[in-house]
């Protein structure tokens, strides 16, 4: 993290404290530059009230001293600020025609390369709360796709450090399972009468690899990923950062690919040589060739992928 952008000119000099509204202001503008997403004027009321709790948190009373504090401490606060303002909506089975794609990729062709002791990489990019990762992990162990079958590995990731410990857990109440069967409960989960909580069986759970990332910066990972399932994420994005990070996509899918989107999201037309739609809001990879750009794919070694 850059933590000098976040730091105002004057630094050093006495300078008139913040009002209100441009404390506000200055948030939307940090978290515009550090994760991407954009919060217009008219939903600055959003953040005042989702910031409420966090400032009865730090016993402060008001958002122009909560500005203050992230200044002064950048690293450890920046976090809770994209926690509190990014929206972790997600259930079981979400877009359920995005999962019929993903079981016909894995029948026609991750079940073949596994057969020919291939390797495969998935990823749930802005996993959330996890829902989606599990749901890809329960459909790969349907066709029986799972470790003890091969080389076969799930990396979810989202940019909320708060949202990734329950997604790792896999632990969830009944009003979270949404989606879900009952015999799908049965068959993938345990239930834990004295919590009243259901948690993702172990055989699952030793398919997904769960990570902190931020999609508007290097992957840490080169893929090839077989799937990518990257949907309501861009919709926080201006137009500029989702073509790049569409463009980042591209770089790290396979030929063939799938990239799966959000139901409000399209690929831009200029990337139309890299993607082909094969859905809805569903594409994969074509085989023209393109070089990734160091500026925004980066250079890093692999990681979890």
């Known amino acids: 993290m850059d ?4 730091r105002p000119a004057t630094a050093g000099r ?4 913040l009002d209100e509204g441009e404390a506000i202001a200055a948030l939307a503008d940090l978290v515009r530059r550090e994760a991407g997403i954009e919060i217009g004027a008219s939903r600055h009321a959003m953040i ?9 948190a730090l016993h402060l009373d008001s958002i122009a001293a909560y500005h203050d504090l992230l200044l002064a401490a950048p690293a450890q606060e920046l976090p809770h600020l994209i926690s509190c303002l ?3 909506v997600s259930s079981f089975f979400r877009e359920p025609h995005h999962f019929d794609m993903l079981a016909e990729t894995a029948r026609k062709t991750l079940m073949p390369r596994l057969a020919a002791n291939g390797r495969v990489r998935l990823w749930s990019a802005g996993c959330a709360l996890g829902q989606e990762a599990w749901t890809m992990a ?5 066709l029986g796709l799972t470790p003890d079958r091969g080389d076969i590995r ?3 990731t989202d940019i909320d450090p708060v949202a990734l410990q329950t997604a790792a857990l896999g632990r969830y109440t009944e009003a979270m399972l949404d989606g879900l069967p009952r015999e799908r409960r049965q068959k993938s989960m345990s239930f834990d009468a004295q919590t009243d909580e259901w948690t993702v069986t172990e055989p699952l759970r030793r398919q997904v690899t769960f990570r902190e990332l931020n ?3 290097p992957f840490p990972v080169r893929g090839p990923f077989d799937v990518i399932f990257c949907r309501n994420v861009m919709i926080y994005f201006d137009d500029r950062t989702q073509l790049e990070l569409c463009r980042r996509f591209a770089a790290v899918l396979a030929e063939g690919g799938l990239l799966c989107i959000g139901h409000s999201e399209r690929i831009a037309e200029e990337l139309a040589p890299l993607f082909t739609g094969v859905g809805l809001t569903a594409y ?3 085989s023209v060739a393109v070089i990734p750009d160091p500026r925004t794919t980066g250079r890093m070694p692999h990681g979890a992928a």
Do not use: E, F, W
Not at 14 to 17: E, F, I, K, S
Not at 48 to 56: F, Q
């Open 3 to 6: 933590q000098g952008i976040i």
């Open 14 to 17: 006495d300078v008139p404290p």
């Open 48 to 56: 005042r009230s989702r910031l409420a709790r966090r400032l009865r």
């Open 86 to 88: 990014t929206t972790n």
């Open 138 to 142: 329960m459909v790969l162990a349907d």
């Open 154 to 156: 799930i990396l979810a």
């Open 215 to 217: 999609l508007v910066r």
């Open 284 to 286: 994969r990879r074509t």
